[in-house]
């Protein structure tokens, strides 16, 4: 069979849109020979006789205030990126913590109420009797919840004094650190 193959796409359904198949074409014996058309020669084809030029128009005056704006606000924006990139593991782990205090308060342990209630008034009474002192402010009322906590939770409290007591240690010993090598700088300037 002399012809040619012609590539067809049939035009129907959805899921036969891209369904293809062949159909083979022959020339009719008594039909006279005919010259093939040329890609190129088709107007559909047909390519633009002058050459394009890409143009770049000139900025406008409010084009160039944005640009200008944009410029001068980019540190502060990316300032506030970095600190929000920072800022917000923290934040979702605040958030996961008052979920997780929400639930354990909905499924409370029996006496923890009443006990709260305890070390709360413990708070209140130290602060009515801190009253005219700003340190005793500081002291009492920490000190007075510490205290009634500790008699509900007393393995709690031995944990929390150790490890209290070893940081106070250790910024205390710092902080002697730093006196000491100040005292040493200042004293050496003064006898040389």
Same mark, same amino acid.
Not at 23 to 48: C, F, G, I, Q
Not at 94 to 111: H, I, K, M
């Given at each position: ?5 012609? /590539?067809?796409? $049939?035009? &129907?359904?959805?899921?036969?849109? #891209? #369904?293809?198949? =062949?159909?083979?074409? +022959? ?14 020669? %088709? $107007?559909?084809? +047909? !390519?633009?006789?002058?050459? $394009? ?13 944005? +640009? ?25 782990? *605040?958030?996961?913590?008052? %979920?997780?205090?929400?639930?354990? *308060? ?9 006990? %709260?209630?305890?070390? &709360?008034?413990?708070? /209140? #009474?130290?602060? *009515? #009797?801190?009253?005219?002192?700003? /340190? =005793? =402010? *500081?002291?009492?009322?920490? @000190? ?16 929390? !004094?150790?490890? +209290? ?9 710092? @902080? ?7 005292? =040493? ?8």
């Amino acid at each position: 069979m002399a012809g040619r193959v012609v /590539i067809q796409r $049939s035009v &129907g359904p959805a899921s036969l849109s #891209l #369904l293809t198949f =062949k159909v083979y074409a +022959s020339p009719k014996k008594d039909s006279p020979h005919k010259t093939s058309v040329k890609v190129n020669e %088709l $107007s559909l084809y +047909s !390519v633009p006789e002058s050459p $394009s030029k890409y143009v770049d128009e000139p900025r406008t005056q409010l084009e160039e205030s944005i +640009s200008h704006i944009r410029h001068y606000c980019e540190p502060y924006t990316s300032w506030c990126q970095e600190m929000y990139s920072q800022t917000k593991p923290k934040m979702q782990s *605040l958030v996961q913590w008052g %979920l997780d205090s929400y639930e354990y *308060l909905q499924n409370a342990p029996p006496g923890f109420f009443p006990r %709260l209630g305890v070390i &709360g008034f413990a708070g /209140i #009474l130290g602060l *009515l #009797l801190a009253r005219g002192s700003k /340190i =005793k =402010k *500081l002291v009492y009322p920490p @000190g007075f919840m510490g205290l009634a906590a500790s008699l509900y939770y007393p393995q709690q409290a031995i944990v929390f !004094v150790q490890v +209290s007591g070893e940081k106070l240690y250790d910024w205390g010993l710092r @902080g002697y650190i730093v006196v000491e090598d100040l005292w =040493k700088e200042n004293f050496q300037k003064l006898h040389s």
